[in-house]
């Protein structure tokens, strides 16, 4: 049985991504921190004949990494799927320490110490999944924090990339544009969420990249709005 393993899967895309994975020979690793949302995508999951665990830890601190780690166990897992984050919108000079701290830790801290960990464990073809941004390639006013914890990303992992081919393990990077999830509700403005990609859209692009054969790495996916940028 194929061990994945998604954080943020409580809501938005990591929902969708546990749900286009679930299958009856996966065991799907399902983290977030909402008991509650989590254990309706367990709910929807279970439906496909997936196993399912909830593994509740905040990533924006060092103790909740360890603990989800150890939590994941031993076993190696066959993908990894950084997907748990947050935006903070405004301007620079706004941005107050604890919400560096919070986005840094969920956006940049925790995937790095998560691909640091599980990487030398996982088999050849197995798949470590990065959700990025079209902000991890394009600067926007106000989105200073968050396109930083993006760009960054976007380094590190695709260095590691390069230290992983040997054992075989692929990285592959996804750049959604704005997508209808929760994480608008928080940035002010007028944002049109029924123009968004959704998503099942983002899940999609996953799938498709994880499903090609071992000895084959879609590095980088752009999944960019047909009518342009928002
Ligand atoms: N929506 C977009 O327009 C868009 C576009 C490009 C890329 N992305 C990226 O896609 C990823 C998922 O975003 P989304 O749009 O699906 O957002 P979302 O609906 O707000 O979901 C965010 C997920 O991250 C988890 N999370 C947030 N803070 C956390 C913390 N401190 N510790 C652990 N988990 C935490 C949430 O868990 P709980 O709810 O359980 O706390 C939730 O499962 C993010 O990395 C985001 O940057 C989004």
Redesign the pocket.
């Known amino acids: 049985m194929k061990r994945y393993l998604i954080?943020?899967?409580?809501?938005?895309?990591?929902r969708a991504i546990a749900l286009k994975l679930a299958a009856p020979d996966v065991m799907l690793l399902l983290?977030?921190?909402?008991t509650v949302?989590?254990a309706e995508t367990c709910r929807a999951a279970d439906k496909s004949g997936a196993k399912t665990a909830k593994l509740i830890?905040?990533?924006?601190t060092f103790r909740?990494i360890d603990d989800l780690v150890a939590e994941v166990g031993h076993k190696p897992i066959d993908l990894l799927v950084n997907?748990?984050?947050?935006?903070v919108v405004k301007p620079f000079a706004e941005i107050t320490r604890e919400e560096w701290e919070?986005t840094i830790?969920?956006?940049l801290i925790a995937p790095f110490f998560l691909i640091q960990h599980f990487a030398p464990r996982m088999p050849p073809g197995s798949s470590i999944v990065n959700?990025?941004?079209?902000?991890a390639k394009t600067a926007y006013p106000n989105w200073s924090i968050?396109c930083g914890s993006?760009f960054a990303l976007e380094g590190l992992s695709t260095a590691i990339r390069e230290e992983l081919r040997s054992r075989k393990v692929r990285m592959l990077n996804i750049y959604?544009?704005?997508?209808?999830?929760?994480?608008?509700n928080a940035v002010s403005g007028d944002w049109p969420r029924e123009q968004?990609i959704s998503?099942a859209d983002v899940a999609e692009a996953v799938a498709y990249a994880i499903g090609q054969p071992p000895a084959v790495t879609i590095e980088n996916i752009t999944l960019s709005n047909t009518a342009g940028t928002l």
């Open positions: 954080t943020g899967a409580s809501r938005g895309i990591g983290h977030g921190r909402d949302a989590l830890h905040d990533l924006a909740g997907n748990a984050g947050i935006a919070q830790g969920v956006n959700i990025l941004s079209i902000g968050y993006k959604p544009a704005a997508t209808d999830t929760d994480i608008w968004m998503a």
